[in-house]
């Protein structure tokens, strides 16, 4: 990469020719391509890279062979915008785009949930257009802005949703005893989030008090002797037609603990966004755990902290489940 620090960014400015109007509506979408920001009307910042300084000159070869004029500069703000300023310009265009693929996502996963299972073509198109898209805007997320996992969750489970057919959505699990599981190392996908997560506390906290756990990035990841993986393509323990794998590994292992039920309709909410359970809680349990993962890089240090949430969580609906005795 290259960047310096006192030109940390590179400034595009140009004006095109007025007509042909296709000539000026490619070069915006060229930027938009690029992930540049605009700053003011015909400038347009990127990070200082070796990437983004041939893209910018293949730019404004375009632009100049169209009859218009463009110049390049290495630059540092001085006055006005702050750099600050400028790397959460990029975020708040990126953060929008994140949310615009959510909500995308989200009417998907509405026709994904019918009964309805002629139009499956048509529905898996749509996935691969989103996973497009997503693939397009990380690209150019040069600054790391939220939402990213959370479209990355639900495209996810869409995925695992289209594979299923509506009537083995309710199909009874097959069963294991917890003391087959004691010893080994669960192995999950890095970057965990709501629903790893909760099921890393499960693990830990009622099944394996030693359990151990592993991050690894590959989605086809083949287990080791003594590794169980979860929440991951072709995982032991995962998505079940309509179960979240918090709920799978509470079906299997056979826990009844009405407060685990609690926290199991949580973590569906917000892992799967299918209004199933209609709880007015989610919100703030979602954004309790996504501040988490927004402070915390480290997989260890998120199962850490949403450990101690969940622990309190599970206390609370212990505790309102428990008939108070009389005075």
């Not at 893209?55 to 110049?71: K, Q, T």
């Not at 310009?89 to 615009?100: I, M």
């Amino acid at each position: 990469m290259r960047e310096s620090q006192h030109d940390r960014w590179l400034v595009l400015i140009h004006q095109l020719p007025p007509k042909p109007n296709y000539f000026r509506v490619k070069i915006w979408r060229r930027l938009q391509q690029l992930g540049a920001m605009a700053i003011k009307n015909s400038v347009y910042v990127l990070p200082n890279t070796e990437q983004a300084h041939e893209s910018f000159e293949w730019l404004m070869r375009e632009i100049v062979a169209g009859g218009g004029e463009a110049s390049l500069c290495e630059a540092r703000f001085v006055e006005g915008l702050t750099d600050d300023q400028i790397v959460q310009l990029f975020r708040k265009v990126r953060h929008a785009e994140y949310q615009a693929l959510i909500e995308q996502g989200r009417q998907l996963l509405k026709t994904v949930t019918s009964r309805h299972e002629g139009d499956q073509p048509e529905r898996e198109g749509e996935l691969t257009r989103l996973k497009r898209r997503l693939a397009a805007v990380i690209e150019v997320d040069v600054f790391g802005a939220p939402g990213r996992q959370q479209v990355e969750q639900l495209l996810q489970h869409i995925e695992l949703r289209l594979r299923h057919k509506p009537s083995l959505q309710s199909a009874p699990l097959k069963r294991v005893k917890i003391s087959s599981l004691k010893g080994c190392v669960w192995v999950t996908r890095k970057h965990v989030y709501v629903d790893r997560m909760a099921s890393a506390w499960l693990i830990r906290r009622f099944l394996d008090k030693d359990a151990r756990f592993k991050f690894v990035a590959e989605k086809r990841y083949r287990p080791l002797k003594k590794e169980l993986r979860f929440d991951m393509f072709e995982a032991e323990f995962t998505h079940e037609g309509d179960r979240c794998t918090f709920e799978a590994l509470l079906e299997r292992t056979g826990l009844r603990d009405p407060a685990l039920q609690h926290i199991a309709e949580l973590v569906h909410e917000v892992d799967l966004k299918d209004g199933k359970f209609s709880r007015e809680d989610v919100a703030g349990f979602e954004r309790v755990l996504s501040s988490i993962a927004q402070a915390h890089r480290h997989d260890e240090t998120r199962l850490e902290r949403s450990a101690a949430v969940l622990d309190d969580l599970y206390a609370y609906f212990r505790a309102s489940m428990t008939p108070r005795s009389k005075a």
